[in-house]
T-cell receptor, first 115, second 115 residues
Framework: AQSVTQLGSHVSVSEGALVLLRCNYSSSVPPYLFWYVQYPNQGLQLLLKYTSAATLVKGINGFEAEFKKSETSFHLTKPSAHMSDAAEYFCAVSDPSSGNTPLVFGKGTRLSVIA | DAGVIQSPRHEVTEMGQEVTLRCKPISGHDYLFWYRQTMMRGLELLIYFNNNVPIDDSGMPEDRFSAKMPNASFSTLKIQPSEPRDSAVYFC?????????????FGNGTRLTVT
């Protein structure tokens, strides 16, 4: 069975600082990986996805993530945090070989940005 | 497109009452998912449909929960009778086509409070 682990339920950074949100996956086959963002009182929105093309994936709002098979990781980064980045971020995994099974989500990491 | 539409946005009810949550997926999306989000458990998949047919309801917590999708543009999640531990945010999401890398499109959720 696939799973993702997000290290740190809460991350706090200063405005302008590097954002690093960690995600490790468990999958018996090369997975598809996703990052979603949830702003207060809203549903989840897709930030970016990895589907076995380039290992460095660029998403919206200046975020990017790098797929590292050797480390089974898909960490999310942004060079300079903005106050508007404060939200909850979810990593998710799916198995390309198993048809249409739903995404498996991590428990989320809440990002706070300090002025 | 208006996106996935959920109603109501907020629901407050007393224990023992019936609660019905509604969802209108994005037109043309053939998969529909119901999720529940709580602080303790994170994002849990309750049930999902493909072309209006329930595929997997193993996440439905108890027989008190039921979901239907009478047509491609409407789904309901019903809790009868409701209990305080059902308090959560319930999300509906839809997805286009039958591809594992298709992103989910989430509604803004229904915040349910059972007193």
């Amino acid at each position: 069975a696939q799973s993702v682990t997000q290290l740190g339920s809460h991350v706090s950074v200063s405005e302008g600082a590097l954002v690093l949100l960690r995600c490790n996956y468990s999958s018996s086959v090369p997975p598809y990986l996703f990052w979603y963002v949830q702003y207060p009182n809203q549903g989840l929105q897709l930030l970016l996805k990895y589907t076995s093309a380039a290992t460095l994936v660029k998403g919206i709002n200046g975020f990017e993530a790098e797929f590292k098979k050797s480390e089974t990781s898909f960490h999310l980064t942004k060079p300079s945090a903005h106050m508007s980045d404060a939200a909850e971020y979810f990593c998710a995994v799916s198995d390309p070989s198993s048809g249409n099974t739903p995404l498996v989500f991590g428990k989320g990491t809440r990002l706070s940005v300090i002025a | 497109d208006a996106g996935v539409i959920q109603s109501p946005r907020h629901e407050v009810t007393e224990m023992g009452q019936e609660v019905t949550l509604r969802c209108k997926p994005i037109s043309g999306h053939d998969y529909l998912f119901w999720y529940r989000q709580t602080m303790m458990r994170g994002l849990e998949l309750l049930i999902y449909f493909n072309n209006n047919v329930p595929i997997d309801d193993s996440g439905m917590p108890e027989d008190r929960f039921s979901a239907k999708m009478p047509n491609a543009s409407f789904s309901t999640l019903k809790i009868q009778p409701s209990e305080p531990r059902d308090s959560a945010v319930y999300f509906c999401a839809s997805s286009p086509l039958s591809r594992p890398n298709s992103p989910l499109h989430f509604g803004n959720g229904t915040r349910l409070t059972v007193t």
